[in-house]
C-alpha cells in the first residue's frame, strides 16, 4: 500500500490509572511537577524481604468505582483496564451506540495478567483440594480477560486481542490499533495496557533475577541513567488511549491530542532478559518508525518518552540505540523517563508513556527524568534532570524494550 493511501490515526480520548493518580489529568499534574509514586509496599507485608519498595496505585475502591458485585469477580489489573477505558471514552466525548460496533475494537495488553488470582487460589487449593478453586479463577485472572471486558463494556466487535510481550505489550497493542486503523480494517480502537503484579510472587521472581532495586529510599530507586542505579521498581496501572481515523474523528467534531504517524516494532532474537549489545534491536524499532512515518528525519523529533528502566544494561544499550540512530541529534533531543515517577508498570507501561508522550506533544512540555544525581559518562544525553521545561514538541517517540528481546516504538505528531 502506497504511504499516500494510508489513512490517518488520530488519538481522541484518554485513560490512566497510575502509581500518580487514578486520572489522565491527575496524572499528568503530577508528572510536571515531578512527584515520586514510589514507597513501601502496602499490598502485602513487605517485612524481611529484599524488596520493600513499588509504585502502587493509591486510593483505589473498586467497589465504589465498579459496584461490590463486579469489582468482586474482577480481576485487579482489569478494574483498572475498565476504569481507564471509560475515562478515554468519556474524554474522546464518543457514543459507543452512535458507531458501527463492527469497526471498533479493543486491544489491551498486560504482561502477567491475573497473577494475584493465581496466588491466592493456590493458597486456598493447597488448604481445601484444587477440585474446590474459585469458578471465576480462570475467567477473571487470564491476561485477554481485561481486553475482553472492555469490549463488552463498549460494545465493540471488531478486533479484540491481547499482546503478551512483556514490557513492550502497551506500545505493541497501541500500534498494532494504529496500524489496524490506517490500513483500512477499523475506525475506532481503544487501546492500551494494563498491570498489577504488586504480589508477592511477581516481586520475588523479579528480585531473584536481580532485576529489582532492594533499598529503601524512594528517592533513590527508580533513577533512570544515573551512574547509581541498581534495577527497577515495580509499578501498577492502566493506561488506555482511544485511537480514531481521522476523517471519522472530524466528522463528530472530535478533540484531537495528538497523531500517531509511525510503528516500529522488532525482535533482538538475542538473550532471554539482556538487550541485544548496542541496542541493536532498539535501534531498528526507532528507524522503523521514523520510516513508517513516511520518513521522517531523526532531526525532526525533539523528544524521546524512554524505556529507562534504571538498570545497567537496559539504560546503557537504549543511549546507544538512539545514538546509533540519530548521529549528533541524539545530543539535541531531549530523552527522559517518566519511570522515575512511576516505576515500571510492566504491560502497562507503553501504554500510560504514549500518553505522557501524547501530552508532552500536545502541551508542549518535556517531562523530567526525577532523582538524578550521579552522571553516568555511559548515558551522557539529554535526560531533563529533575525539572521539566517547557519546549516546542513536532515529533515525539515513545520506546519499549521487553524480555525476550521485544522491541516496539511509537512516533506522535503535533495536530
Given at each position: 500500500m502506497e504511504t499516500s493511501t494510508k489513512r490517518r490515526v488520530v488519538i481522541t480520548g484518554m485513560g490512566a490509572v497510575t502509581p500518580l493518580g487514578n486520572t489522565v489529568a491527575q496524572s499528568w499534574d503530577a508528572v510536571r511537577a515531578g512527584t515520586c509514586g514510589i514507597g513501601p509496599i502496602t499490598r502485602y507485608d513487605a517485612t524481611g524481604r529484599k524488596v520493600t519498595l513499588a509504585a502502587e496505585v493509591k486510593d483505589w475502591?473498586?467497589?465504589?468505582?465498579?459496584?461490590?458485585?463486579?469489582?468482586?469477580?474482577?480481576?485487579?489489573?482489569?478494574?483498572?483496564?475498565?476504569?481507564?477505558?471509560?475515562?478515554?471514552?468519556?474524554?474522546?466525548?464518543?457514543?459507543?451506540?452512535?458507531?458501527?460496533?463492527?469497526?471498533?475494537?479493543?486491544?489491551?495488553?498486560?504482561?502477567?495478567?491475573?497473577?494475584?488470582?493465581?496466588?491466592?487460589?493456590?493458597?486456598?487449593?493447597?488448604?481445601?483440594?484444587?477440585?474446590?478453586?474459585?469458578?471465576?479463577?480462570?475467567?477473571?485472572?487470564?491476561?485477554?480477560?481485561?481486553?475482553?471486558?472492555?469490549?463488552?463494556?463498549?460494545?465493540?466487535?471488531?478486533?479484540?486481542?491481547?499482546?503478551?510481550?512483556?514490557?513492550a505489550g502497551g506500545s505493541n497493542a497501541v500500534g498494532d490499533a494504529f496500524r489496524h486503523i490506517r490500513d483500512g480494517y477499523a475506525e475506532v480502537m481503544l487501546a492500551g495496557g494494563t498491570e498489577a503484579a504488586?504480589?508477592?510472587?511477581?516481586?520475588?521472581?523479579?528480585t531473584t533475577m536481580r532485576a529489582?532495586?532492594?533499598?529503601?529510599?524512594?528517592?533513590?530507586?527508580?533513577i533512570p541513567f544515573d551512574a547509581r542505579r541498581s534495577g527497577f521498581v515495580m509499578g501498577e496501572g492502566a493506561g488506555m488511549l482511544l485511537l480514531e481515523e481521522l476523517e471519522h474523528a472530524k466528522a463528530r467534531g472530535a478533540q484531537i491530542i495528538a497523531e500517531v504517524v509511525g510503528y516500529g516494532v522488532t525482535c533482538d532474537a538475542h538473550h532471554?532478559?539482556?538487550?541485544?549489545?548496542?541496542?541493536?534491536?532498539?535501534?531498528?524499532?526507532?528507524?522503523?518508525?521514523?520510516?513508517?512515518?513516511?520518513?521522517?528525519?531523526?532531526?525532526?523529533?525533539?523528544?524521546?518518552?524512554?524505556?529507562?528502566?534504571?538498570?545497567?544494561l537496559n539504560d546503557r544499550c537504549e543511549t546507544q540505540a538512539i545514538k546509533a540512530v540519530f548521529g549528533n541529534h541524539a545530543y539535541e533531543l531531549a530523552v527522559s523517563s517518566t519511570k522515575s515517577m512511576t516505576g515500571h508498570m510492566l504491560g502497562a507501561a507503553g501504554a500510560v508513556e504514549a500518553i505522557f508522550t501524547a501530552l508532552a506533544v500536545r502541551d508542549g512540555y518535556l517531562p523530567a527524568t526525577i532523582g538524578y544525581v550521579e552522571p553516568d559518562p555511559e548515558c551522557d544525553l539529554d535526560c531533563v534532570p529533575?525539572?521539566?521545561?517547557?519546549?516546542?514538541?513536532?515529533?515525539?517517540?515513545?520506546?519499549s524494550l521487553g524480555f525476550g528481546g521485544h522491541n516496539a516504538c511509537l512516533l506522535m505528531k503535533k495536530y
Open positions: 475502591d473498586a467497589a465504589e468505582l465498579l459496584g461490590r458485585q463486579r469489582a468482586k469477580h474482577l480481576a485487579r489489573f482489569a478494574q483498572f483496564a475498565l476504569i481507564a477505558a471509560r475515562e478515554a471514552v468519556e474524554q474522546a466525548g464518543l457514543d459507543t451506540t452512535a458507531i458501527d460496533a463492527t469497526r471498533a475494537g479493543v486491544i489491551v495488553s498486560s504482561g502477567i495478567g491475573g497473577v494475584e488470582e493465581t496466588e491466592k487460589q493456590t493458597e486456598s487449593c493447597l488448604k481445601r483440594g484444587f477440585d474446590r478453586c474459585s469458578p471465576f479463577y480462570i475467567p477473571s485472572g487470564i491476561s485477554n480477560m481485561a481486553a475482553g471486558e472492555v469490549a463488552i463494556e463498549m460494545g465493540f466487535k471488531g478486533m479484540c486481542t491481547c499482546p503478551v510481550t512483556a514490557c504488586i504480589t508477592p510472587l511477581s516481586i520475588g521472581g523479579f529489582l532495586h532492594t533499598g529503601d529510599d524512594p528517592a533513590a530507586a527508580s532471554i532478559t539482556a538487550p541485544a549489545p548496542n541496542g541493536e534491536g532498539g535501534a531498528r524499532a526507532m528507524q522503523q518508525a521514523l520510516d513508517d512515518a513516511g520518513g521522517v528525519a531523526p532531526e525532526a523529533v525533539d523528544y524521546i518518552n524512554a524505556h529507562g528502566t534504571s538498570t545497567q529533575n525539572e521539566g521545561r517547557e519546549a516546542s514538541v513536532t515529533y515525539a517517540l515513545s520506546n
